[in-house]
């Protein structure tokens, strides 16, 4: 199993019930800011500041991976395959918590690194959780 397939299935069987326009683009694009905050994070634990970095190293890195990412997916539809594939295997109830808790993570770890403060992160936590909970109760799609 690749786990980099699956999540992007879980984020784009949950992204597909709320968004029926390009729902892939979406998972894509979220995918991508989700892995620039990790990358991020991990800037901010080894003490590489922005100034290091510069804009345009920033705007550089997250082109890379966003530009990785379209290219992964969409290069002669993998999505398609691996939403095919996944939708055929047995779900996993462990990896299927620990998909949706990432996002959580990924936030709630950046914006501490950050130092903000502990109402701005639950802020938007629980803005993700509403997002997050809005695709569950959503009807499936057909």
Known sequence: MNIFNYV?????????????????IATIIFLSALMFLNL??????????IENIGVNGIYLIITIILFFNLYYFLKSDKYKEI????NSKK???????LIFIYPFASFFVCFKLLKMTNR?????????????????????KK
Do not use: A, H, R, W
């Open 8 to 24: 992007f299935y879980k984020m784009y069987k949950s992204t597909s019930k709320v968004n029926d326009l390009y729902p892939e």
């Open 40 to 49: 991020g994070s991990i800037l901010l634990i080894l003490d590489i500041s």
């Open 83 to 86: 939403i095919q594939e996944y």
């Open 91 to 97: 779900k996993l109830f462990f990896l299927d918590v």
């Open 120 to 140: 701005q992160i639950g802020f938007t936590l629980i803005g993700l959780l509403v997002i997050e909970l809005v695709g569950f109760f959503s009807k499936e």
